[in-house]
C-alpha cells in the first residue's frame, strides 16, 4: 500500500512540475540566430548611431565616444574631437545624407555637412529649457533638437537659428521617440503617463498609462501605430492612430519578468524585443508569437536600444562597447557566406 501511495504521490509530482513548466512559459528558440557581436575597442557606452548610406556611418556614447564605420558596421574606428572635455555623454546621431548632427550633455550640438570629415560645434542657448535629449536630422539644413523636459525645437538654417514646436515642455522623460512624419512620444521619467504631439499642434498631449504597472518604453511601429512596454515584461500595441486605444498587455515570455527595454521592426512582420542579461526576442507575425534568441544569452549585457536602417541592415546597443550586428550575409543556419574572391 506503502509502495502505490509513493507511485501516485511521484504521478501527482511529476504532472505539477509539467504544469508549471507550461505555466512558465518557455519559448522555443530561433532555428539560427542572424546577430554578430562585436567588442568595440572603447568600455564606453554606445547610445546611438547612425548611417549615411549602406557602408558609412557613425556611432556615438558616452565619455564623448565618437566612431566611424566604411563597412557597413562590421568594424569601427575612434574618431576625436577639438573638445574641451571628455566628459560629454553624446546621447544622439543623426544623419540625412552627408548633414549630421551630434548632441548631447553638458549642452553640446555639433554639426557636419561633409559625412563628418570635419565638425562644427553650434551654440546653444543657455536658455534651453533642460539639457539637449535627441537630434533628428531632416536635410536642407533642417533638423529637430529635442530635451530631457519634452521641449522641441526646428532649425532650418543649420543651426543658426531655432523655432520652438510645443509652447511648454512636457515635464522630465524617461525617453522619447520620432515617427518618420514627425510625431512625438515621451514617457514620463516615472513611467506614471505619456505623451504625444503631433505637428501643428501648440503643446503635448498628456494620456493616462494602460495599466498599473509603469511605462518602461514607447515607440512608433507601422502606420503610426504605437507599441508601449510596461515594467514586468509587459507588451501593447494601440489600436492603429488610435492612442487612447490599446491592446490587451501580454508577457511575450509568459511568466518571466525580465525587463524588456526596447522593440524595433526589421519589416513590417518582424519584430525584435531586447531586455536585460541579453534577453532579445523575435516575432515574425507581427507580435502575436514570439520565439528567443538563445544564442545571444551569453552576452554579457543588457540590451537597450534596437535600430534598423533597412530590412537588412541593424544593430543592439549594448554596454561597455557591445554592439550587435545584423549579419544579413548570413544563412538560414547561422553560418557565415563566404564572400566571392
Not at 148 to 155: E, K, P, R, S
Not at 287 to 312: C, H, M, Q
Request: some cysteine; aromatic content about 10%.
Amino acid at each position: 500500500m506503502g509502495r502505490l501511495m509513493r507511485l501516485w504521490q511521484s504521478l501527482v509530482m511529476g504532472l505539477v512540475v509539467v504544469l508549471l513548466c507550461t505555466g512558465c512559459g518557455f519559448l522555443p528558440s530561433l532555428d539560427f540566430n542572424p546577430w554578430e557581436v562585436l567588442q568595440l575597442p572603447t568600455k564606453s557606452t554606445v547610445l546611438d548611431l547612425s548611417f549615411i548610406n549602406a557602408k558609412h556611418g557613425w556611432l556615438v556614447g558616452s565619455n564623448a565616444l565618437l566612431m566611424e564605420t566604411l563597412d557597413g558596421g562590421r568594424t569601427w574606428e575612434p574618431r576625436s574631437l577639438a573638445l574641451d572635455t571628455e566628459d560629454y555623454r553624446f546621447a544622439s546621431v543623426s544623419f540625412s545624407g552627408s548633414e549630421g548632427w551630434i548632441t548631447g550633455q553638458p549642452s553640446v550640438l555639433l554639426h557636419t555637412t561633409d559625412g563628418g570629415q570635419s565638425w562644427e560645434r553650434l551654440a546653444l542657448s543657455a536658455k534651453l529649457p533642460g539639457a539637449p535629449n535627441t537630434i533628428f536630422a531632416l536635410g536642407n539644413g533642417k533638423a529637430e533638437l529635442t530635451t530631457d523636459i519634452g521641449a522641441i525645437y526646428q532649425t532650418q538654417d543649420q543651426g543658426k537659428t531655432w523655432q520652438a514646436l510645443v509652447q511648454e515642455a512636457v515635464g522630465v522623460v524617461r525617453n522619447i521617440s520620432r515617427s518618420p512624419e514627425g510625431q512625438y512620444v515621451a514617457v514620463s521619467s516615472r513611467g506614471s503617463f505619456y505623451s504625444t504631439w503631433s505637428p501643428g499642434q501648440p503643446a503635448w498631449e498628456p494620456h493616462n498609462r494602460t495599466s498599473s504597472r509603469r511605462v518602461q518604453n514607447m515607440g512608433f511601429g507601422q502606420d503610426g501605430q504605437l507599441w508601449m512596454l510596461i515594467n514586468g515584461g509587459n507588451l501593447s500595441f494601440s489600436e492603429g492612430r488610435d492612442w487612447e486605444s490599446w491592446t490587451k498587455p501580454t508577457n511575450p515570455q509568459v511568466a518571466v519578468s525580465v525587463g524588456l527595454l526596447d522593440l524595433a521592426y526589421r519589416t513590417s512582420e518582424e519584430l525584435w524585443l531586447a531586455g536585460g542579461s541579453g534577453n532579445l526576442l523575435c516575432s515574425t507575425d507581427g507580435g502575436k508569437t514570439w520565439k528567443k534568441d538563445r544564442d545571444i544569452n551569453e552576452v554579457a549585457s543588457n540590451l537597450y536600444k534596437v535600430r534598423f536602417f533597412g530590412p537588412n541592415q541593424g544593430f543592439i546597443l549594448g554596454q561597455q562597447g557591445i554592439l550587435l550586428r545584423y549579419a544579413s550575409e548570413l544563412q538560414a543556419n547561422g553560418t557565415p557566406v563566404i564572400p566571392a574572391s
